[in-house]
């Protein structure tokens, strides 16, 4: 059974920076790519970052291209997201997902973590 588990969630005050983590308890951390989306309250979950094994292929959305960074340490079967000049409208619960790269850029990634919410405050 695969498990994704994300942290490095909390509040934070627009302009500033966090950095989420997701955590893999497979044990083989071989997933073609990982992706972080979020879901704010009352919208769609949506694509943020996708990453595939290699990092040598990275995909943003625009409204967070230029402020976050997505990549991933196989060795440590780690992904994380570098959060900066946060806006308010970054607040949402974020989730990390695995699987094909095709399923990661289509939002059904095979496996889902349990999520982080990121509170902003102006």
């Known amino acids: 059974q695969v498990e994704l588990v994300e942290s490095g969630g909390g509040p934070v005050q627009a302009g500033g920076s966090l950095r989420l983590s997701c955590a893999s308890t497979?044990?083989?951390?071989?997933?073609?790519?990982m992706g972080w989306f979020r879901q704010a309250p009352g919208k769609e979950r949506e694509l943020v970052a996708a990453?595939?094994?290699?990092?040598?292929?990275?995909r943003y959305s625009d409204s967070v291209k230029a402020r976050f960074i997505v990549s991933r340490d196989n060795a440590k079967k780690q992904a994380y997201l570098e959060m900066s000049k946060i806006e308010p409208e970054d607040a949402a619960v974020y989730y990390c997902g695995a699987g094909t790269w095709d399923l990661i850029i289509t939002g059904t990634p095979d496996y889902w973590g349990r999520g982080t919410q990121v509170a902003v405050s102006a």
């Open positions: 990453i595939n094994w290699k990092s040598d292929l990275i």
């Open positions: 497979s044990p083989s951390f071989y997933f073609d790519a």
